[in-house]
């Protein structure tokens, strides 16, 4: 496997970069290794999202920062603020593209304090303008620092709007999947006429540096991060998790929405099958199976999460944006040999190649399945995220 060799690239001209206020969040190893004066974080705020914003609080802390937040049928900038509020973390929120999916009432509500809403002392105000103000605030932030980086947890519609000479100056770190199959479905809306895998890889490579998270090209495609997994010595992020109750709230909620999402597209798909196969009998026909294959599919993986969230008791998150977060917080360099510089290519299904292209300002974290290399990869990144007591004062403050 090819490494990420000559990482100088993203660190050039940013290690004497401080914020205003003197804080900067600083990214130790990686792809991405050096000083940042402003942060900007897309999220959607799923169960691993908040855990990876936890777990990187204590790095963000004093560091300006702006949230948008987006997807589902409801406005999170309540919820948002009230959970930068309880890890400490002060920042503007605003309120990017919805979507038609619901979000679970007691994720939506699982930060709010007890007088009433989140959002308490010390928080800049959200954005009173909602989604039409939100890509020139956005724009407006990442363009006041000089080594700005956005961290994308969730579609980045809002991205399609911020010039080029700005993502220019912003390096970036992305996980991508299910949050790039959304975008370019958006795409078909948002710009009639592109070619959305184009047009996704363009603005891949509008950024100074881009880090490209993919679960199933680094650690697997079922990959989770459960309670389960905790040795006595390195078990402080699921003690940090069980004694914040909000995040547990918004956690159980969210895998119980999950399970009956899932499970009724799994039903749906097995009426699908009888009802064709019953059609097949009946007519003398042959069975369409290469058309349903990809259903089928779709099914299995969502079997896999259902059995995942129930073997665990609900305490566990896919291993995505903690994924991102480990790569971030990697004190002692133990994800930088997993690192590859990549074109930003995809195959038919949107599913990208991570070929090796040497000079590239794209990096991705890959290793072979079934491997030893993929083994190493998930022990490493777990160790980063759940450290030694040494570190239990960094979780529990």
């Not at 936890?54 to 920062?65: D, E, F, N």
């Amino acid at each position: 496997m090819g490494t990420c060799c000559g990482l100088r690239h993203a660190r050039e001209g940013t290690e004497a970069v401080v914020g205003a206020g003197g804080a900067s969040f600083d990214v130790p190893s990686g792809f991405l290794a050096g000083s940042y004066d402003g942060v900007l974080i897309f999220t959607d705020l799923e169960a691993d999202d908040a855990v990876a914003i936890k777990v990187l609080a204590p790095a963000l802390r004093s560091v300006p920062l702006m949230c948008v937040v987006g997807e589902a049928d409801v406005d999170k900038r309540s919820l948002c603020t009230g959970m930068l509020r309880s890890y400490g973390l002060r920042g503007a929120v605003l309120q990017g593209l919805k979507s038609k999916e619901s979000y679970p009432l007691a994720a939506l509500t699982a930060y709010d304090s007890p007088k009433g809403k989140s959002g308490g002392e010390g928080q800049e105000d959200s954005s009173p303008g909602g989604e039409d103000e939100c890509v020139s605030l956005a724009a407006a932030f990442l363009s006041k620092f000089t080594s700005p980086i956005a961290l994308i947890l969730k579609p980045p519609h809002e991205l399609l709007g911020v010039p080029d000479d700005i993502l220019a100056r912003t390096s970036a770190a992305m996980y991508g999947s299910f949050n790039l199959e959304c975008f370019r479905k958006s795409l078909v809306k948002m710009e009639p006429g592109a070619d959305p895998h184009a047009r996704q890889a363009s603005l891949i490579r509008s950024f100074k540096a881009m880090l490209w998270i993919e679960r199933s090209a680094a650690v697997g495609r079922d990959c989770v991060l459960a309670a389960s997994q905790a040795t006595p010595e390195s078990s402080h992020l699921w003690a940090a998790i069980h004694a914040d109750e909000p995040l547990m709230r918004l956690m159980q909620a969210w895998n119980t929405a999950i399970m009956r999402s899932h499970a009724e597209k799994v039903r749906l798909m097995a009426v699908e099958v009888a009802e064709k196969a019953a059609s097949a009998d009946q007519n003398d026909a042959e069975f369409p199976f290469s058309e349903l294959a990809p259903s089928a599919e779709r099914a299995e993986k969502r079997m896999a999460v259902i059995k995942s969230i129930l073997g665990n008791s609900g305490l566990q998150i896919c291993h995505a944006d903690t994924l991102l977060a480990a790569a971030l917080l990697d004190g002692d360099g133990l994800l930088e040999k997993y690192t590859r510089r990549v074109s930003c290519e995809c195959d038919k299904s949107g599913k990208p190649t991570f070929k090796l292209e040497e000079g590239s300002h794209v990096a991705a974290l890959v290793s072979q399945a079934d491997s030893e290399g993929r083994a190493e990869l998930i022990a490493a990144s777990f160790n980063v995220l759940m450290p030694s007591s040494a570190l239990a004062e960094v979780y529990g403050a």
